[in-house]
């Protein structure tokens, strides 16, 4: 029912910036809380940033807030992530998350991830 697809990863050096899209298909995306998580080598999955459907409320990890900024646009059907101030410790594997639940750490729906990579 949706499908969702992260760009823009990629080898960044501590300090510099990435932005983070994460384009839906599907019919219901502007009624769908949306987020993002991360997942480091040898570590769980973890909460990054979530966005509600309206963009009205945004919630953030303490690990980035400050530094990144969850956005979206619903007539592009896309989600994004603005990572400013990248550190080493943010590099993983960071997951567009449709429905996600921060407790829990599920999703109605998973992107298929990209690589995130910050040198020292």
């Known amino acids: 029912q949706v499908q969702l697809v992260e760009s823009g990863g990629g080898l960044v050096q501590a300090g510099g910036s990435l932005r983070l899209s994460c384009a839906a298909s599907?019919?219901?995306?502007?009624?769908?809380?949306m987020g993002w998580f991360r997942q480091a080598p040898g570590k769980e999955r973890e909460f990054v940033a979530t966005?509600?459907?309206?963009?009205?409320?945004?919630n953030y990890a303490d690990s980035v807030k400050g530094r990144f900024t969850i956005s979206r646009d619903n007539a592009k059907n896309t989600v994004y992530l603005r990572m400013n101030n990248l550190k080493p410790e943010d590099t993983a594997v960071y997951y567009c998350?449709?429905?996600?639940?921060?407790?829990?750490?599920?999703?109605?729906?998973w992107g298929q991830g990209t690589q995130v990579t910050v040198s020292s």
């Open positions: 998350a449709a429905q996600p639940k921060i407790v829990a750490g599920t999703a109605d729906y």
């Open positions: 599907g019919r219901t995306f502007s009624s769908a809380t």
């Open positions: 966005i509600s459907s309206q963009a009205f409320i945004t």
